[in-house]
Structures are given as C-alpha cells and as structure tokens.
C-alpha cells in the first residue's frame, strides 16, 4: 500500500555530515508518520527519529540535538539531517511508515559508516 525508497547512505568520517531521504509513495502515503529507525550488527533496532504528517517529532536520546528530522508533506519525503556524527552512528538505517489501522511499512534499508 506504502513504497519507501531511500537514499543518501554512505561513507562520512567523524565529526562530518550527512543527509538521508526516503520518499513515500502510495495513495495513503501522505496520512502516516514517517521516521528512521536504525541497526548496527549485534544490537536491536532503535528509534533514530519520527515525524507525524503534523509535524510532531520525537528523537532518540543518542541522536538528541545532532540529528534533524524534517518532512516536506507534497513530496511525501522525509529528511534526517545528521550532524557531528559518531563511529556508534554506524547501522543501517531504515525508513518506516505507520499508521494506525495500516500495515506498518519499510524501506530497504541504506548503509552509514562513520569512520577516519
């Protein structure tokens, strides 16, 4: 019902920067909350950030005040900007979508790598 596809994964050294996209495609893409979630090897996945269409945000405590969630609703695109990265930001990242009263939806995933 809800496609994901994102992009902007790669390799940044420490201290450095990085911006990651995922557009959401779909008749109801538009009504659900959009987010990164993240895992590194050997751990669970965790909250990186999520906003709702009305723009409320919430981040997780390792990425408070370094990571920016933004959503442009026309796209249907959501943004994380990641500032003064760390080797533990290293995971891949994942896109979700969710609503209530819908399948919860995934991306594919896309590799960030934080090292000198």
């Known amino acids: 019902q809800v496609q994901l596809v994102e992009s902007g994964g790669g390799l940044v050294q420490p201290g450095g920067s990085l911006r990651l996209s995922c557009a959401a495609s779909?008749?109801?893409?538009?009504?659900?909350?959009m987010g990164w979630y993240r895992q590194a090897p050997g751990k669970l996945r965790e909250l990186v950030a999520i906003?709702?269409?009305?723009?409320?945000?919430n981040y997780g405590d390792s990425v408070k005040g370094r990571f920016t969630i933004s959503r442009d609703n026309a796209k249907n695109t959501v943004y994380l900007q990641m500032n003064s990265v760390k080797p533990e930001d290293t995971a891949v990242y994942y896109c979700?979508?969710?609503?209530?009263?819908?399948?919860?939806?995934w991306g594919q995933g896309t590799q960030v790598t934080v090292s000198s």
């Open positions: 779909g008749s109801i893409a538009g009504i659900g909350a």
């Open positions: 979700k979508w969710a609503h209530i009263g819908f399948s919860t939806c």
């Open positions: 906003t709702t269409s009305g723009g409320i945000t």
